[in-house]
């Protein structure tokens, strides 16, 4: 079972909102939440947004809130103006600039265990569909909805 729902930021704009406020769960190294991030500044939503980042990693959660470095092969799947215009070069590959990290709020949470904050307009749980197991997603898409 998944949901599945195809939205873009304009759609969620034009529906009367003066704010959005996005949870991006299991962010892992922070790819989803600064792409999101990228997505609201380019729909000019991002002074009215509020993104919600979070992972039960320790680890990852402060690569992705301090440095949040990123590989070209991480980032191939965001069109190169919008890297362009939304990060810092390095050998490496990306980094997120400050001006994109000031948007994003980083917490430690469980899903298997915790209980999340309800309310957002729009959940983004992309790392659940691709690296749990089915029924583990299905008991968290129950919970979700």
Known sequence: MAVVAEVSVDDLTEQGRGSLNIWSAACSTGQEPYWLVMCLAKANALVKSTIVATDFDREVLVKARVSAPYS?????????????????????????????????????????????????????????????KQDVKSDLIQRLQ
Do not use: W
């Open 72 to 132: 070209q092969e991480e980032m191939k799947g965001v069109p190169l103006a919008e890297l362009k215009k939304h990060s810092e070069g390095t050998p490496a590959g990306y980094t997120a600039p400050p001006e994109l990290k000031r948007n994003i709020k980083f917490r430690e949470l469980n899903l298997l265990a915790d209980q999340s904050e309800r309310g957002d307009d729009l959940d983004v749980c992309r790392n659940v569909m691709i690296c749990f």
